[in-house]
């Protein structure tokens, strides 16, 4: 589903990737760990379109969208999650979620004034798959809260939702688990299984919890320095002791003794 072929980005003499190449499967939850200073946010930045690289492509199902701005690989279905939620604090989390589907009918003014019933028709389409998407996360409790009143846990399930209510083909989510409390963080995981094995998303996480990562996620990618340096199963990437240098310095002998 994502190819990323030799993709480099430098920040003047500091190189944050550097001739990376990997492949995301449609279908799976892939991993992508790595220590901090791996590149792993540079790289999903590049994969949406936040940040051109230096060298190298991005593709899409086949098609190069290296160039394509970040609105327009949302059109196609490629959506991001950032570590700190984006949420519109001062909306409620049902307006939140309503604001995501593009080309809605209230966003013509000429369409206000002149088809109300088209706009009233569209908008309570949205609301009623607003509903349906908070029903799914346990959160329609709160549809009338403020966004910027919810929990750390409940603002990152509220950033899966926005990504639901365009049905993504790709969803790069950063660090769906830091901050969260375990009650939420297995609500979080069972929203992303059923959305994997349901409903066909493909997925890529960025995550230092290996626990999480181990449940979720096959295969596993693990970056250093930049660039790939281990692919395979969770059991594999523990065993690696290329991974495990990387991680504690030391090898498998030394990150034994700690």
Same mark, same amino acid.
């Given at each position: 589903?994502?190819?990323?072929?030799?993709?480099?980005?430098?920040?003047?003499?500091?190189?944050?990737?550097?001739?990376?190449?990997?492949?995301?499967?449609?279908?799976?939850?892939?991993?992508?760990?790595?220590?901090?200073?791996?590149?792993?946010?540079?790289?999903?930045?590049?994969?949406?379109?936040?940040?051109?690289?230096?060298?190298?492509?991005?593709?899409?199902?086949?098609?190069?969208?290296?160039?394509?701005?970040?609105?327009?690989?949302?059109?196609?279905?490629?959506?991001?999650?950032?570590?700190?939620?984006?949420?519109?604090?001062?909306?409620?989390?049902?307006?939140?979620?309503?604001?995501?589907?593009?080309?809605?009918?209230?966003?013509?003014?000429?369409?206000?004034?002149?088809?109300? %019933?088209? @706009?009233? #028709?569209?908008?309570?389409?949205?609301?009623? /798959? !607003?509903? =349906?998407?908070?029903?799914?996360?346990?959160?329609?409790?709160?549809?009338?809260?403020?966004?910027?009143?919810?929990?750390?846990?409940?603002?990152?399930?509220?950033?899966?939702?926005?990504?639901?209510?365009?049905?993504?083909?790709?969803?790069?989510?950063?660090?769906?688990?830091?901050?969260?409390?375990?009650?939420?963080?297995?609500?979080?995981?069972?929203?992303?299984?059923?959305?994997?094995?349901?409903?066909?998303?493909?997925?890529?996480?960025?995550?230092?919890?290996?626990?999480?990562?181990?449940?979720?996620?096959?295969?596993?990618?693990?970056?250093?320095? %930049?660039? @790939?340096? #281990?692919?395979?199963?969770?059991?594999?990437? /523990? !065993?690696? =002791?290329?991974?495990?240098?990387?991680?504690?310095?030391?090898?498998?002998?030394?990150?034994?003794?700690?």
């Amino acid at each position: 589903m994502i190819e990323v072929r030799d993709v480099v980005k430098r920040f003047g003499g500091l190189v944050a990737v550097d001739h990376c190449t990997l492949d995301i499967a449609g279908g799976t939850i892939t991993g992508l760990i790595g220590p901090n200073g791996a590149g792993k946010s540079t790289l999903f930045n590049i994969i949406a379109g936040f940040l051109q690289p230096s060298e190298g492509c991005v593709y899409l199902d086949g098609q190069d969208i290296t160039r394509l701005p970040p609105h327009e690989r949302f059109g196609k279905g490629l959506v991001r999650t950032f570590q700190i939620p984006h949420e519109l604090k001062r909306m409620t989390v049902l307006e939140n979620l309503m604001l995501v589907p593009e080309d809605q009918a209230g966003e013509s003014l000429w369409r206000t004034w002149l088809q109300p %019933g088209r @706009v009233r #028709a569209d908008e309570e389409r949205v609301r009623t /798959r !607003a509903r =349906e998407v908070l029903e799914m996360l346990q959160l329609d409790r709160l549809r009338h809260e403020l966004a910027g009143n919810l929990s750390g846990g409940q603002k990152k399930l509220l950033e899966i939702g926005r990504t639901m209510m365009t049905e993504p083909r790709v969803v790069l989510l950063d660090e769906p688990g830091a901050g969260v409390n375990r009650t939420l963080l297995a609500e979080i995981s069972r929203v992303i299984r059923t959305l994997n094995q349901e409903r066909g998303y493909t997925f890529c996480i960025i995550e230092h919890d290996m626990d999480l990562i181990a449940q979720l996620c096959d295969p596993v990618i693990c970056m250093a320095q %930049g660039s @790939v340096l #281990a692919q395979g199963t969770m059991a594999e990437i /523990r !065993a690696n =002791e290329a991974v495990l240098e990387a991680y504690f310095g030391g090898g498998a002998a030394r990150a034994a003794e700690g």
